[in-house]
């Protein structure tokens, strides 16, 4: 927010610098990101410093007392200008002028901000911020050295559309350093802070850091007109979401230009006059942060048919639109609070104005409103409506329905000010759900254990009351409540959090000792799922794989990609309600496509990729609102095993067997055994090299190779992608809490080849399982090496070959050991899958 020095101190006294002031405000929280000096001289800081001085003696308040033709141009004009010394001809072409010319001396002289020969300005001509120093030229046949300046050259704002006209108090010859130079403080407000989000905000966070007063604004409304009962009524039909309303009535206004000073303000502070009776509304809601909103109540009574309006705040109806002020026709969402009446809507509660009933050149009579509304509901529109403005900014953020009031009062006086109009007696004020401002308690010593200082209760007392806290001290304990601008004070343990906030920042941040904690240390509980999850990270990247993380929002073609079929329509998805985009509109149900996503954008800058995922998909359950968040881990791999070398060897490419090679390392790294796959079919993977990974029988995941129309999609159309996917859930119960662990032997294994001729249809897995589980302990390490198909083990059959490793911990085996668990090892294969002992 944008804060200019002179409106801040209609409201606080200020003797520090300018460059302390930013220090202070910074330290509380309102860090100034940039001190911009408008005229005055312009001194350094610790923050970013911009700007242009006005020098006293070249830059000066002057008169226009007549515009003259320029005798070669029609679109320049000359002007007599009187500089408070002596009167000068200056040439200039301001369009805000052109229509003086030739009428004479000026009744009223015009005030203007006069450059004289010789000062730096700005390039009004010039895009951005370009300085230019003022030098004799002529100009269609004319000499011009000065000028009449408009608000970008002197550094306002960038609006070039005509010279300034100031003010008739402004007397020719002021240097014009010293009648309106400024500086603008530019406040980031961070969301803890949103609260101050307007001048009498930042004011109360300067008074109260610098321990001064605050002035606060007038809120007396002089009443001129008859009384407002009966010209408007007013219906809350949703209290919930509009807890406040208030309407104030004025009349015979005269819709004009406002004055300079209103003007500069609202640029200075980045916002663009209109007109005296908009301007007031942005002016108001700048000062004090309550918005405000202007209809023309002529409008209003014509849609009542010549009756007294009735406004309503209420839902929308199905299907119902309205027109705002930006030109856009919207279709209006069910939760949607509309200010309306009898004949429709009129604006959208809290964000914008509809165009029908805004106020224009011919209104006479406005109908001002000030109202409260819920923070999230407003929130949830302008995300809906992808409609923002700086009123929805403040009541998105939070906005005291106590200032509603504060808000109108203060915009009639104003606006009867500047439009001399008549402000009708009293105000229509409905406040169904005033807010209940919490009581927090806090001790001395609560403040030693969250702050680290020693603080009285009567020094925090006395800090919290130039915020205006109301405070009361009972014996030991400090009673506080927060004053009614404010929303941001919770109850209970947030609400001590709350009150210890505002006593860190006034206290000081940078006074605040480092101290050591002196609490007691809780109790260290293990979380086995977070500490699973951490070393499979770890393992995985031990094997060379990189961890990425995708976004948990997709949409059903995008998961589609990653099925052979191209078929989602099965699933039912859990949507939401607002999507950030049109490939963003569901939750996952399968990460491996995420992965792929990965894999296919990295492929564009690299051959050899291999990746891996952990995290939720989200599976609906059927008559729950919410879904099953269910843990996956994603591999995916794709181009050479190893990285090209020097000796510049052609390396293999990765197969089905280097995916299950890494399943195995991290199921091994895990300590979950018994470990088993077995044939399946899935529609992203390639039939026949696709399997399931089982522990004791129960499926924990799937592998394979990717199938070729998913692996094209996903740019490999010529070497094959091979993933898994595996549920956490499962893997995590397989997880032993306790694990054997094997010494180093000591005693030589004894060494040994077996091959058994089998069914063809018998899977090696099968052999292997039963071959370790019959040798055990004794067999400590079993592996297939080699596969026969042919005439000598008959047809239908197939010879496979092991190598078995036997090894005891406290002996070295004899023949007749090994022999005894061989003749057990071939017995039970002869008897559960009749194989064959191959003896040729």
């Known amino acids: 927010m944008k804060v200019p020095l002179s409106w801040l101190r209609d409201f606080v006294d200020i003797e520090v610098s300018i460059e302390e002031l930013a220090r202070k405000l910074t330290l509380a929280g309102l860090e100034v990101e940039e001190i911009r000096y408008v005229g005055l001289p312009i001194a350094h800081a610790e923050t970013k410093v911009t700007g242009l001085a006005w020098d006293p003696e070249k830059i000066v308040v002057g008169e226009i007392l007549e515009v003259m033709p320029h005798p070669n141009a029609d679109r320049l004009v000359l002007t007599r200008l009187n500089d408070g010394k002596q009167e000068h001809t200056v040439l200039t072409g301001a369009p805000n002028l052109l229509g003086l010319k030739d009428s004479g001396p000026l009744e009223t002289p015009i005030k203007v901000a006069y450059a004289k020969e010789g000062s730096q300005i700005y390039d009004g001509k ?17 000499d011009s050295s000065s000028m009449a300046c408009s608000e970008k050259e002197l550094g306002i704002s960038d609006d070039h559309s005509g010279i300034i006209v100031l003010d008739d108090d402004a007397q020719p010859g002021t240097p014009l350093t010293d009648y309106m130079g400024d500086v603008v403080l530019d406040i980031d407000m961070l969301p803890n802070i949103a609260r101050n989000a307007n001048i009498l905000g930042v004011a109360r966070e300067t008074a109260a850091q610098l321990g001064v007063p605050l002035k606060e604004p007038p809120y007396d409304v002089s009443w001129e007109g008859p009384s407002v009962d ?48 908009v301007d007031t509304t942005n002016y108001v809601m700048l000062e004090i942060g309550q918005p405000l909103h202007a209809f023309d109540y002529d409008v209003l009574v014509e849609r009542a048919r010549g009756g007294s309006p009735t406004i309503i705040t209420r839902l929308p109806e199905p299907g119902e639109t309205i027109a705002t002020l930006d030109g856009v026709e919207r279709q209006l969402d069910d939760f949607t609070i509309l200010v309306a009446d009898t004949a429709g809507a009129l604006s959208i509660g809290g964000v914008m104005g509809g165009g029908e009933s805004e106020v224009g050149d011919s209104t006479k009579r406005v109908l001002l409103e000030g109202a409260g509304w819920d923070f999230i509901n407003i929130r949830k529109t302008v995300a809906a409506q992808k409609l923002s403005s700086e009123a929805a900014y403040r009541f998105e953020r939070g906005v005291h329905p106590a200032m509603a009031e504060r808000g109108v009062r203060r915009g009639l006086e104003m606006m009867g000010e500047l439009t001399g109009g008549s402000v009708n007696e009293g105000l229509i004020d409905k406040y169904p759900r005033p807010p209940v401002a919490p009581t927090v308690e806090i001790t001395q010593s609560d403040i030693q254990r969250w702050l680290g200082i020693e603080l009285e209760l009567t020094e925090a007392a006395a800090m919290l009351e130039r915020l205006e806290f109301s405070t009361e001290i009972d014996r030991s304990r400090l009673r506080v409540s927060p004053p009614d601008h404010r929303l941001d004070i919770g109850a209970g343990v947030v609400g001590k959090a709350d009150v210890m906030e505002e006593l860190a920042r006034l206290y000081g941040y940078d006074r605040i000792p480092e101290t050591q904690i002196a609490d007691r240390i809780p109790p260290q509980y293990s979380n086995p799922r977070l500490e699973a999850g951490s070393q499979l990270r770890d393992l995985l990247a031990s094997m060379g794989l990189q961890e990425v993380v995708t976004y948990r929002l997709t949409s059903p073609a995008r998961e589609a990609k990653a099925l052979a079929s191209q078929g989602t329509e099965d699933r039912d998805y859990i949507r939401l309600a607002n999507p950030i985009g049109e490939d963003r509109i569901v939750l996952r149900q399968d990460l491996l496509a995420s992965v792929l996503e990965v894999v296919a954008r990295n492929l564009r800058i690299r051959e050899r990729v291999a990746v891996f995922e952990i995290g939720p998909v989200f599976l609906p359950i059927k008559g729950e609102q919410l879904p099953e968040e269910s843990d996956r881990l994603a591999i995916a791999m794709r181009g050479p095993l190893n990285p090209l070398t020097w000796q510049g060897r052609e390396p293999s490419k990765m197969d089905f067997y280097d995916m299950t090679g890494v399943v195995d390392g991290v199921l091994a790294g895990l300590h979950v055994g018994n470990i088993q796959y077995e044939p399946a079919a899935h529609a992203t993977f390639h039939p026949g090299q696709c399997a399931r990974i089982l522990v004791d029988g129960r499926t924990l995941g799937i592998t394979g190779v990717v199938h070729p129309l998913v692996a094209e999609r996903f740019e490999s159309p010529d070497t094959a992608i091979v993933a898994a996917e595996m549920d956490l859930g499962a893997l995590f119960e397989w997880i032993p809490e ?95 899958l009749g194989a064959k002992l191959r003896d040729f």
């Open 738 to 832: 306790r694990y054997p662990v094997r010494p180093v032997p000591a005693f030589p294994p004894v060494l040994e080849d077996l091959a058994f001729v089998v069914d063809q249809k018998t899977p090696s897995e099968r052999l292997r399982i039963l071959i370790h589980e019959t040798g055990e302990p004794l067999v400590v390490g079993v592996s297939v090496f080699d596969l026969y198909q042919g005439e000598q083990v008959g047809q239908g059959k197939k010879s496979l070959a092991f190598s078995i490793v036997y090894q005891a911990d406290d002996r070295t085996l004899t023949d007749e050991e090994v022999a005894t668990v061989r003749g057990k090892i071939v017995n039970r294969l002869e008897k559960e």
């Open 230 to 277: 009966g010209q408007v009524s007013l219906d809350i039909q949703e209290p919930e979401l509009n807890p406040r309303f208030v309407l104030g009535l004025i009349e015979d206004v005269n819709i004009s230009p406002s004055p300079f000073w209103v003007q500069r303000r609202l640029h200075l502070a980045g916002m663009r006059p209109i007109n005296n009776v």
């Open 126 to 142: 010039q895009a951005g911020w370009e300085l230019m120093t003022l030098k004799p030229v002529k100009i269609r046949g004319v």
